[in-house]
């Protein structure tokens, strides 16, 4: 078995559909795929002002958000921050986030550490109201 991992983001199954959020958004978590231990990875693509129905926060988790392409807004607990391409936001364990595309869309990366574990994770539905 080689020491390396070689996957396509765009390859990766699309979560967002299973949980009947496609075709506005598009989530591809590739931690299990690329056998990862340390850290977790996700592509994300949101269509234009599409966002995202619910926060969520990591109880240890710290993660970073690249946004690739396109522009948006996060909520991060309460205060809201405009974003445009290549910004990079550190959001820390325990705090709450949400995102909103721009009118382009938004195409973002997230980074997490340390490693994928899903119970870590919790959702709040209906966190960023109209």
Same mark, same amino acid.
């Given at each position: 078995?080689?020491?390396?991992?070689?996957?396509?983001?765009?390859?990766?199954?699309?979560?967002?559909?299973?949980?009947?959020?496609?075709?506005?958004?598009?989530?591809r978590? =590739?931690? +299990?795929?690329?056998?990862?231990?340390?850290?977790? &990875?996700?592509?994300? @693509?949101?269509?234009?002002?599409? #966002?995202? *129905?619910?926060?969520?926060?990591?109880?240890?988790?710290?993660?970073?958000?690249?946004?690739? =392409?396109? +522009?948006?807004?996060?909520?991060?607990?309460?205060? &809201?921050?405009?974003? @445009?391409?290549?910004?990079?936001? #550190?959001? *820390?364990?325990?705090?709450?986030?949400?995102?909103?595309?721009?009118?382009?869309?938004?195409?973002?990366i997230?980074?997490?550490?340390?490693?994928?574990?899903?119970?870590?994770?919790?959702?709040?539905?209906?966190?960023?109201?109209?």
């Amino acid at each position: 078995m080689s020491e390396y991992t070689v996957k396509n983001l765009k390859e990766i199954e699309n979560s967002a559909v299973r949980f009947g959020l496609a075709p506005d958004l598009e989530a591809r978590f =590739a931690s +299990s795929a690329l056998e990862l231990e340390q850290i977790g &990875i996700s592509y994300q @693509r949101l269509a234009p002002n599409f #966002r995202t *129905p619910f926060g969520h926060r990591h109880k240890e988790q710290e993660e970073i958000y690249i946004l690739v =392409a396109g +522009s948006g807004r996060m909520k991060l607990n309460d205060e &809201i921050v405009e974003l @445009r391409g290549w910004d990079a936001v #550190r959001v *820390p364990a325990g705090t709450t986030r949400g995102f909103e595309a721009g009118p382009e869309g938004a195409t973002l990366i997230a980074v997490g550490a340390p490693g994928p574990n899903a119970a870590d994770a919790e959702i709040f539905p209906d966190w960023w109201p109209a």
